[in-house]
């Protein structure tokens, strides 16, 4: 080791000793531009290690590039509706379609109870977990400009989620925001509106098929967005549906034939929203945004929804088919609403948003 690079090192050692004696958050080093998006220590002189062993170190310092003049988008919150608003189906042609409790999965060939709820045939709902509110997604192409301010750049055709299903809007990226809270379970509806499989994907690569993943949300198995649980377009007709126990398909007794898995292209994801370990502690009768179910140390606060299709995942995320969902608890509502969050150096309004960073 050369002389000089030794003593880079333990400069920038001596600095990293002495943020840790300033106990700064990962906020502060945030704002002092100290931390990458990652959460790692920037590749700077007297701060990392890792500079002094970079390559390039008498290379002339990089051009002078046009500053940030672009805001930052505020991912915007999508808005419940009422259960019985809930469409299916592809544009011009979708119609209310209540929550049946069930869900497609293994591709679609089978339908399976949902194992938290249940929905009788008035459409009033009892189980577990009943949901309380109700969200719509919309999966679809559009082009959208990534970069307004410059010229240089045109529209991509990306692949992302909407709050409608007007085909004329295009994709929101990221999605929107879904806001939940402890205590209260949700439906989200997600309607798969993407081009036909026999259409190329943007870029050449992806399938319109998905499975929608709540990462790290505690679910169960038929809306956790399992790989194999894709379900096709609303411009595909769709599997045929396969009895589970015998194994043959389904007939329809309308027409004599073979019925459809799930011609309309959807899928109702039931998100509890409680805290893992509410079977051990034996508390889901309690359950309320007062009292969620669970242990209350496994709260969590934000999480992020993806496709999760086998094989697929990283290509159809790609064209821009991430976004946030967030939880809060009463806990989180009461302190945001006093003076206690700005001593932490937080804000309830365009502070406070989420960010999301995702590239291909």
Same mark, same amino acid.
């Given at each position: 080791?050369?002389?000089?690079?030794?003593?880079?090192?333990?400069?920038?050692?001596?600095?990293?000793?002495?943020?840790?004696?300033?106990?700064l958050?990962?906020?502060?080093?945030?704002?002092l531009?100290?931390?990458?998006?990652?959460?790692?220590?920037?590749?700077?002189?007297?701060?990392?290690?890792?500079?002094?062993?970079?390559?390039?170190?008498d290379?002339?310092p990089?051009?002078?590039?046009?500053p940030?003049?672009?805001?930052?988008p505020?991912?915007?919150?999508l808005v419940?509706?009422?259960?019985?608003?809930?469409?299916?189906?592809?544009?011009?042609?979708?119609?209310?379609?209540?929550?049946?409790?069930?869900?497609?999965?293994?591709?679609g060939?089978?339908?399976?109870?949902?194992?938290?709820?249940?929905?009788?045939?008035?459409?009033?709902?009892?189980?577990?977990?009943?949901?309380?509110?109700?969200?719509?997604?919309?999966?679809?192409?559009g082009?959208?400009?990534?970069?307004?301010?410059?010229?240089?750049?045109?529209?991509?055709?990306?692949?992302?989620?909407?709050?409608?299903?007007?085909?004329?809007?295009p994709?929101?990226?990221?999605?929107?925001?879904?806001?939940a809270?402890?205590?209260?379970?949700?439906?989200?509806?997600?309607?798969?509106?993407?081009?036909?499989?026999?259409?190329?994907?943007?870029?050449?690569?992806?399938?319109?098929?998905?499975?929608?993943?709540?990462h790290?949300?505690?679910?169960?198995?038929?809306?956790?967005?399992?790989?194999?649980d894709?379900?096709?377009?609303?411009?595909?007709?769709?599997?045929i549906?396969?009895?589970?126990?015998?194994?043959?398909?389904?007939?329809?007794?309308? $027409?004599?034939?073979?019925? !459809? %898995?799930?011609?309309?292209?959807? @899928?109702?994801?039931?998100?509890? *929203?409680?805290?893992? /370990?509410?079977?051990?502690?034996?508390?889901?009768?309690?359950?309320?945004?007062?009292?969620?179910?669970?242990?209350?140390?496994?709260?969590?606060?934000?999480?992020?929804?993806?496709?999760?299709?086998?094989?697929?995942?990283?290509?159809?995320?790609?064209?821009?088919?991430p976004?946030?969902?967030?939880?809060?608890? $009463?806990?989180?509502?009461? !302190? %945001?609403?006093?003076?206690s969050? @700005?001593k932490?150096?937080m804000? *309830?309004?365009?502070? /406070?948003?989420?960010?999301?960073?995702?590239?291909?």
């Amino acid at each position: 080791m050369s002389g000089w690079r030794e003593r880079l090192a333990r400069t920038a050692q001596r600095n990293r000793q002495e943020i840790v004696k300033a106990r700064l958050t990962r906020r502060d080093m945030m704002q002092l531009g100290l931390l990458t998006a990652t959460g790692g220590l920037v590749a700077k002189q007297g701060l990392s290690a890792r500079w002094a062993y970079a390559d390039g170190l008498d290379s002339p310092p990089s051009p002078p590039a046009t500053p940030f003049i672009q805001e930052l988008p505020i991912i915007p919150q999508l808005v419940d509706k009422p259960a019985n608003q809930l469409t299916a189906g592809s544009p011009g042609s979708a119609v209310i379609t209540p929550v049946d409790g069930t869900s497609p999965i293994d591709g679609g060939v089978h339908r399976v109870y949902q194992l938290l709820f249940k929905v009788d045939a008035k459409g009033n709902f009892s189980g577990t977990f009943p949901p309380q509110r109700f969200y719509q997604l919309f999966m679809k192409d559009g082009s959208v400009r990534l970069n307004d301010p410059n010229p240089a750049f045109g529209a991509t055709t990306v692949w992302g989620f909407s709050p409608t299903i007007d085909p004329k809007v295009p994709p929101l990226v990221p999605g929107p925001l879904i806001k939940a809270t402890y205590g209260e379970p949700i439906i989200v509806r997600y309607q798969n509106n993407l081009p036909s499989v026999n259409k190329p994907a943007p870029g050449g690569f992806g399938i319109a098929e998905f499975s929608i993943h709540l990462h790290n949300g505690h679910v169960a198995t038929e809306s956790d967005g399992y790989p194999l649980d894709y379900i096709n377009s609303s411009f595909d007709p769709g599997p045929i549906l396969i009895d589970q126990k015998t194994g043959k398909p389904v007939i329809d007794p309308a $027409t004599g034939k073979p019925q !459809l %898995s799930n011609p309309l292209g959807f @899928k109702d994801c039931h998100y509890p *929203n409680v805290y893992a /370990g509410y079977v051990k502690l034996g508390n889901a009768t309690s359950n309320s945004i007062a009292t969620p179910a669970g242990d209350p140390t496994e709260s969590m606060g934000s999480l992020w929804y993806h496709d999760h299709t086998l094989d697929f995942t990283a290509q159809n995320v790609s064209p821009s088919m991430p976004s946030r969902s967030n939880r809060s608890n $009463t806990s989180w509502k009461s !302190l %945001s609403s006093t003076k206690s969050l @700005k001593k932490i150096g937080m804000s *309830n309004g365009p502070l /406070g948003s989420p960010i999301l960073a995702f590239g291909s």
